[in-house]
């Protein structure tokens, strides 16, 4: 966790699944996380490693330079510079990682794989459909941190005043409302959005029932929302990702 006390990004998953589980173990980070951050037990890696503690702990002082090493094997970046003819950035390569495994066609390819070993991502062989992937990984990372520019505007409504305390979690499809209390809702939430599950959790459900009998807080009404919209748009990357991947995977 050292690695989190400086500029870092990793990407969390899992080992294996459940068996009657399908694959969506994987997020992203750039800070600290739980030991079940994805459900079950989780696996961090960053993208950097950082070797000098003191200079990791010295955040106070802006002039130190912390001194960080690549978490890439020499292997693997010369086997994609090979197959690429080209040396991609490590974000990049990083980015395209995070596409592949939000691949709908890759999770159900390797579903069985999935059940028992870590997620393996096979090398890109077109420079052009790796740099597509590696943007659409990029916006999936920004969603998930909830960096993207995007997610300032949403159409996600928080339309009744009231104490705002979390009592019954509940869906009503029919009018997209997500109601924590008798009178109080979150509104403009499709289905997809609801049921849309990283790892062991449903998202939007998990966020409210996790904070059961507390008063929400402005900026926790706000992350809300904002988490909503970044699933919404997770899903239409996703899209995007498929038409990408799915064409690769065919050739």
């Known amino acids: 966790m050292q690695n989190f006390f400086a500029d870092n990004l990793a990407l969390t998953t899992i080992r294996s699944e459940a068996k009657d589980v399908d694959f969506s173990h994987s997020s992203i980070s750039s800070f600290v996380t739980d030991i079940h951050y994805v459900g079950g037990q989780s696996y961090i890696f960053p993208l950097y490693l950082y070797h000098d503690e003191s200079k990791v702990k010295s955040l106070d002082d802006k002039t130190c330079k912390q001194e960080r090493a690549l978490n ?3 292997e693997f970046l010369q086997a994609i510079k090979e197959a690429l003819s080209t040396e991609p950035t490590p974000e990049e390569i990083f980015y395209y990682i995070y596409a592949v495994l939000y691949s709908p066609t890759y999770r159900k390819r390797y579903e069985e794989f999935l059940k028992i070993d870590f997620p393996r991502v096979p ?4 420079l052009e459909k790796f740099k597509n992937l590696s943007a659409l990984g990029k916006e999936l990372v920004e969603l998930h941190l909830l960096r993207h520019p995007s997610l300032s505007e949403t159409e996600i409504g928080f339309p009744v005043s009231g104490l705002n305390t979390v009592e019954k979690v509940r869906y009503e499809e029919e009018n997209r409302r997500v109601y924590f209390n008798k009178e109080q809702y979150f509104e403009g939430i499709s289905k997809a959005v609801w049921e ?3 790892g062991a959790y449903q998202v939007m459900a998990k966020y409210l029932k996790d904070r ?5 807080s402005l900026e926790e009404i706000e992350h809300y929302m904002r988490v909503a919209k970044a699933i919404e748009r997770t899903i239409e990357v996703q899209e995007k990702v498929e038409k990408v991947y799915g064409i690769v995977a065919m050739s």
């Open 212 to 216: 059961k009998g507390r008063e929400l």
């Open 196 to 198: 849309y599950q990283i």
């Open 123 to 126: 090398l890109p062989l077109d």
């Open 72 to 74: 890439i094997s020499k």
